[in-house]
């Protein structure tokens, strides 16, 4: 009988832990376990972010061109396809303060009317896509914009600015209709022209662009509908505005 052959260790493969029983306690050791360590890449799996302007080399000896970033893409709104309640967003310019009460009283939760005084349209187009929700389903929004901005800048300028507001809302399932300008009384006969030739482009141009189109008339002509200044509506021009909007939105919701 030949006793089996043990292996000699050297401290370095010595792993050491205690064992410890009821009646005493000892130190053993035993060699390492085998295992294998994966290995970490260490290289950087991700790129540099781009600088807003790329950096070209200039003319040798002169200092680096910077060429200008591109124009930035128009922001597109998403909304809901699930079924609930549908929002109403009423957005515009001065002409819709005092407003909110007619408008808003059926459903305050889901009712919201923005005004925005002294601003144009592509002001409203910005704000927009802040006040649509991606959750909502088939919101309803209504604009009311423009008269800051008949008599400071040209048509083309105007018309521009709602082509802007078009690309924003076009195809992201938000029902779109847009109040025509209201034709008010006055001896400026080169503002009221201006006025009818807008409020004729935009019937048009919604309904290329399948936007529901209001138009207000000649109701805001009447006696007493405008303030004194000439510009805002007067108290009862208000409320006349405000249920005006308000009959309109029940139209559309049912």
């Keep these: 009988y030949s006793a089996p052959e043990i292996p000699v260790l ?73 079924r609930k309640d549908r929002r109403v967003v009423v957005i515009g310019d001065s002409l819709l303060q005092g407003t909110e009460g007619p408008i808003c009283r059926p459903d305050p939760t889901r009712r919201e009317v923005c005004c925005l005084p002294g601003a144009r349209v592509k002001d409203v187009a910005r704000r927009i896509p802040r006040l649509i929700c991606p959750s909502d389903y088939y919101p309803l929004l209504i604009v009311q ?69 209001f138009d207000h008339g000649a109701i805001y002509s009447a006696p007493g509908m405008m303030a004194a200044d000439g510009c805002s509506l007067s108290s009862r021009g208000k409320r006349v505005l405000a249920e005006e909007l308000a009959g309109l939105i029940d139209r559309c919701l049912n």
């Design 10 to 82: 050297s401290p370095k493969t010595l792993r050491f832990f205690w064992v410890e029983t009821d009646t005493y306690s000892a130190l053993w050791a035993s060699p390492p376990r085998s295992c294998s360590v994966p290995q970490v890449p260490l290289r950087n799996r991700f790129e540099a972010l781009e600088p807003e302007g790329e950096v070209c080399a200039g003319v040798e000896g002169g200092p680096p061109v910077r060429v200008p970033r591109g124009k930035r893409s128009t922001p597109r709104l998403k909304t809901s396809y699930t």
């Design 145 to 213: 914009a423009g008269s800051e901005e008949v008599g400071k800048i040209s048509l083309k300028a105007i018309k521009d600015d709602f082509r802007q507001l078009g690309r924003v809302v076009e195809g992201t399932g938000v029902q779109v209709v847009i109040t025509s300008l209201p034709s008010v009384a006055g001896n400026d006969s080169g503002m009221s022209l201006k006025t009818h030739l807008l409020n004729k482009w935009l019937r048009s141009w919604c309904k290329r662009r399948s936007f529901g189109f």
